[in-house]
């Protein structure tokens, strides 16, 4: 089939179905045309006016105020904004931190962490050696005079805070003080939460960790892409390990993306937005909570949360696949302490960012959290589903995905 018609087929499963993956969220319009603009024709390594190719001058000026941007919206002393995406940059630290076989503690995988965090089958887990700490089987919650004994016993060259599946607050100032403690360095991966941070729903760790690296498209709403930010003294460690590090020509039509959604984060308009998101994600919980469903941690301080479906008849697997017959895309996920495979997991992964951006709020969000419980709870029959799927195509049509 012609690229083109998959194009408007995808722009029509979006307007006709409720996205709660909590890494997704759509990029306006305005960050759409410069991604797909003519800025994609131009090589650039190296850095603003430190370039190796010539005809710069334009490309200078555009990286020159996603860094800006970038300082400004999170407060730090160095940004570099050429990362192509989460892993790359996370690389990109280690390359400017490590030596090859240096110990690393990081969160692992199934308690909420990520592939880059050194799971087996990450290329950094090859590089580097890490160890992994999770979150208290009793609590569900990060456990930091745990993490400190683990940082104590296995002197880690760096600790790696931040998550992909953890819905409460993560304390930086505590974390950082483990890491002065043990000698380490310390990365914060915001990369869920960097929409929360940049509006102040969530604690910023700039001024606990020696390095800050977030995605650009997930709550802070911009192109698929990374930035890092650090203090000044690494800022040249930084700058070469990404680029001639790990990386070629910077892509910067994304850059451009990247300069937009940064300016964007620093709106008030934005700021309400994030704070929205965060109550969304709130109600939801508690709202899922009533309907006798468990939420892991107990409940939500961000933008996700995470069911745990073993008190139910259904997996992850096949809830994903149930829900999304009715117009509810969401993700399996890992349950902290899980016995099933990540392919089967016994949760699912629900997060309020795009729908949020659809204009959604709390009214909705019952209404939503009273379907998916009606869904989960009897996933096979036909008129709960039946019913779902056209409440679901009422919410849709009345919000509508940013043009
Ligand atoms: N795939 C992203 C997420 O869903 O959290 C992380 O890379």
Do not use: W
Not at 30 to 48: C, D, F, H, Q, T
Not at 86 to 93: D, E, H, M, R, Y
Not at 209 to 228: E, F, N
Not at 376 to 390: F, I, M, R, W
């Amino acid at each position: 089939m012609e690229i083109k018609k998959l194009v408007k087929l995808e722009a029509i499963r979006e307007q006709d179905t409720l996205s709660l993956i909590a890494s997704e969220n759509y990029a306006s319009k305005e960050i759409r045309e410069v991604v797909g603009s003519v800025l994609m024709n131009k090589y650039a390594e190296g850095y603003p006016n430190k370039r190796y190719y010539g005809g710069n001058e334009v490309v200078d000026k555009i990286e020159q105020e996603a860094i800006k941007a970038a300082k400004e919206l999170f407060g730090a002393e160095h940004a570099n904004v050429q990362s192509y995406s989460g892993t790359p940059a996370n690389l990109a630290v280690y390359n400017a931190l490590l030596n090859l076989g240096d110990t690393v503690l990081a969160m692992g995988l199934a308690h909420g962490g990520h592939l880059s965090h050194g799971h087996k089958v990450s290329f950094s887990s090859k590089a580097y050696k890490f160890v992994h700490y999770g979150v208290n089987s009793e609590t569900g919650l990060l456990d930091y005079a745990e993490i400190r004994k683990m940082a104590r016993i296995f002197k880690p060259k760096l600790i790696v805070c931040g998550a992909t599946a953890y819905s409460r607050t993560i304390n930086f100032q505590e974390f950082s003080k483990i890491a002065r403690a043990t000698g380490a360095y310390l990365l914060a991966d915001i990369s869920h939460i960097a929409g929360l941070v940049a509006a102040g729903e969530h604690p910023s760790p700039v001024k606990y960790a020696d390095v800050v690296m977030t995605t650009t498209h997930k709550t802070l709403r911009g192109p698929r892409g990374a930035i890092i930010l650090c203090k000044k003294e690494l800022a040249e460690k930084i700058d070469k390990a990404v680029f001639p590090g790990i990386q070629g020509g910077p892509h910067i039509n994304t850059i451009a993306g990247k300069a937009i959604c940064l300016q964007d984060a620093q709106t008030t308009s934005f700021k309400k937005y994030a704070k929205q998101v965060v109550k969304n994600a709130k109600t939801l919980a508690s709202e899922l909570q009533k309907s006798g469903l468990k939420v892991c941690g107990g409940g939500t301080d961000n933008h996700l949360l995470l069911v745990d479906l073993s008190n139910l008849s259904i997996t992850g697997k096949e809830a994903e696949a149930t829900l999304e017959q009715v117009g509810i895309i969401v993700n399996k996920n890992m349950i902290p302490g899980d016995v099933r495979s990540p392919l089967d997991p016994s949760g699912i992964r629900l997060g309020t960012p795009a729908i949020t951006t659809r204009g959604m709020k709390e009214p909705e969000i019952k209404i939503l959290a009273e379907i998916i419980a009606g869904v989960l709870k009897n996933p096979q029959n036909k008129t709960v589903l039946l019913e779902a799927a056209k409440i679901v195509k009422k919410l849709c049509r009345k919000f509508p995905v940013p043009k």
